[in-house]
């Protein structure tokens, strides 16, 4: 049951990453462009957590996983800090 957790949350964020950079594409609008980076971001943790927890649990990948989540969510803060000036 974990396993098809993981893929969802995965498919999930990457389906918004996707989406939203089709948006911002289509309208320039700079808080898309940061919601997009930051679900790419988000998306890339959740796939790190699907390789770490079932393709490869003898390897550690918790500190990319770490960072790769807090890179996501740094860059939604950092875009609702800039438009909001």
Known sequence: MAE???VLCA???TL????LTRSYLRNRSRMLMWSALGFAG??????LLFVD???VPSID???PRTATGLVGMALLVMGLIWEEQ
């Open 4 to 6: 098809l957790i993981y």
């Open 11 to 13: 498919v999930t964020s």
């Open 16 to 19: 918004c990453a996707v989406l």
């Open 42 to 47: 988000l998306a890339g943790n959740n796939i």
């Open 53 to 55: 927890a079932l393709i």
């Open 61 to 63: 990948l918790s500190l």
